[in-house]
């Protein structure tokens, strides 16, 4: 069994950083666990919410707190720094190897998608507040016993709204299901989905999108036999300008 | 200009689990940092400290402690908690985009190779002591502006010693000389001289590592023209047996 787990992300057209922050890190009783959080507005000023809500996470997570918990304090430190006036959603998925289970905690309007087989998927989509504006938010939790074949699909706002400007919805529980049949069975499944489904956001918005776009993805796949741990990272950098 | 990072590690032959802790955070002034911690002895031991050692600096890095000094106050840290009893080595690797450098932090004795083009190769070198065990340890702390064409190579002790009590040591700096001619102008650099290097200590240990081996490699290509940020993680996971 082999755990992948990618993200593609992208900042709204023309700001200077995009206002969504992506953090990952090792649970002490083992696995591993990504925050995904995406501050209220765009540009500086989200990022800064952003960066301060999956930080608290993180560290929350580092020690051991256990997802739910990690979430609602996240959300009460929030509600207390900037008195409930800001907000932001707040994802946290962990592949638990404690439980060996995967943990979904969703503060945020985009539903979770997990696809279990080609013809099976489930949508987590209660009404959930974002953190930090109603005392006592609670996020919706869901736990599934890691099984090789199960995709979960965690976006922001910018996906889910990408096109609808422009009378293109994008119907993303419709093409997660669709690049599933596409693409598993294939060595890179995460990312292959991840930037595919950030593609064609994307193009909704004609190559200009509206607001930050991020797309992470966890996909149990079979095993393929090497031991090794292994991460990627890659990102642009614009031109730099020395004095 | 394209920052690409690339990780592989494994953990040492019938060991349950690999005693080198990597942890990521983006820097709440722009751009990444990387804490790479190899806890004394391997195990559950050896995992517990190095966790301990990378949660902690990467707190520090969260909040915006610059790099030496989060480096500083992660050895007092260990060494007021552990009592001067245990040691860590401790990397931490920043891609600054405020100062537009890469910082590299080392309290190791692995050496840090810096590839500047193919017939240029800076190493950080300088005796180090770990962190934890002598009082006021302070890191080798180097910062290079950063240019296209650079790699930086950071490892750990079982890369180090790949080899040597089968009386076929690796010498690091050379393979990577050699890796870089290899490898460089491909799409992924990072990549490609992590799991080479990787592969190569293996197979000096013959298949079975006889310490945790983890590989760091962080290289400045030039840009593609795609805006995106991308991260991927893939973890083997041993069968589940449920009960």
Partial sequence: MQIQVAVAKIGKYA???????LEMIERPHGGLSFVLADGQRSGKSAKAISHLVASKAIALLAE??????????THDYLYLHRRG?????????SVDMETKTLVLSRNSHC??????????QIRLEDPTPPI?????????????????????????DGVQSAGEQR???????????KLYAEHWGKPHVAQAIADALLAEALRRDEGRPRDDMSVL??????????????????FPVPPLFRP
Avoid: C, F, H, W
Avoid at 167 to 177: C, E, H, I, K
């Fill in 15 to 21: 700001s200077s950083e995009s206002g969504d922050s």
């Fill in 64 to 73: 051991g707190v256990r997802d739910g918990a990690a979430a609602r304090a």
């Fill in 85 to 93: 006036q800001v907000s932001a959603t707040l994802n946290i998925v």
């Fill in 111 to 120: 539903p979770v998608i997990v696809q279990m087989a080609a013809d099976q």
């Fill in 132 to 156: 930090g504006v109603q005392r006592g938010t609670k996020p919706q939790i869901s736990e599934l016993p890691l099984q090789v074949g199960m995709v979960a699909v965690i976006y922001t």
């Fill in 167 to 177: 009378g293109q919805p994008l119907d993303v529980p419709l093409l997660v299901a």
């Fill in 217 to 234: 993805v966890v996909a149990v796949a079979a095993g393929n036999g090497d031991e090794a741990r292994r991460l990627s990272v890659t």
